[in-house]
T-cell receptor, first 114, second 112 residues
């Protein structure tokens, strides 16, 4: 079982909908990440939170809005998405105590925008 | 810049065959190197890692050695199983960075 839990597993939404993806970890990690993965491609970094503060935004469109309410939770708010935003959205966490500590990934939310 | 290059897939093998998936990297300084595996319908799992030159990472029968002289981190397994069928990603974290950089991934299919 993965130690990073993502909900929902699947999400279908229209272009005018507002929805949120949720991620939770209880490993005491202080860095949390959102990645987007298209079919047959590697994951692409979207956002990084370090100690609950946004530290990296990889020029992601504003229709994606991340939020880190506390050290265990990470949300991704979605609004006015496009069909090309359909993808697997992966959350990950890592310890900040070591610069090169590995990322622990959740199983992802498979998003379909209609 | 920093980048990772993996061999194109898919790689198709019979059960108990020897596996090599090539990975080379470009990075300044001393990056940490990783192999992640993604089974169908799942997220990525860390398979093994190496943080300095000549380190050997190993897990579940898989091995990879950090070769700085050839900037490589090839993944090997002596005898693959059908359950090893998955996509394998080589990745690095550059020196003094938290950003994980992935290769394009290599799909492995093991036939009974």
């Amino acid at each position: 079982d993965t130690e990073v839990t993502q909900t929902p597993k699947h999400l279908v939404m229209g272009m005018t909908n507002k929805k949120s993806l949720k991620c939770e970890q209880h490993m005491g990690h202080r860095a949390m990440y959102w990645y987007k993965q298209k079919a047959k491609k590697p994951p692409e970094l979207m956002f990084v939170y370090s100690y609950e503060k946004l530290s990296i935004n990889e020029s992601v469109p504003s229709r994606f809005s991340p939020e880190c309410p506390n050290s265990s939770l990470l949300n991704l708010h979605l609004h006015a998405l496009q069909p090309e935003d359909s993808a697997l959205y992966l959350c990950a966490s890592s310890s900040r105590r070591e610069m090169n500590s590995p990322l622990h990934f959740g199983n992802g939310t498979r998003l379909t925008v209609t | 810049g920093n980048s990772v290059t993996q061999m194109e897939g898919p790689v198709t093998l019979s059960e108990e065959a020897f596996l090599t998936i090539n990975c080379t990297y470009t990075a300044t300084g001393y990056p940490s190197l990783f192999w992640y595996v993604q089974y169908p319908g799942e997220g990525l799992q860390l398979l093994l890692k190496a943080t300095k030159a000549d380190d050997k990472g190993s897990n579940k029968g898989f091995e990879a050695t950090y070769r700085k002289e050839t900037t490589s981190f090839h993944l090997e397994k002596g005898s693959v199983q059908v359950s090893d069928s998955a996509v394998y990603f080589c990745a690095l974290v550059p020196d003094s960075s938290y950003k994980l950089i992935f290769g394009s991934g290599t799909r492995l299919l093991v036939r009974p």
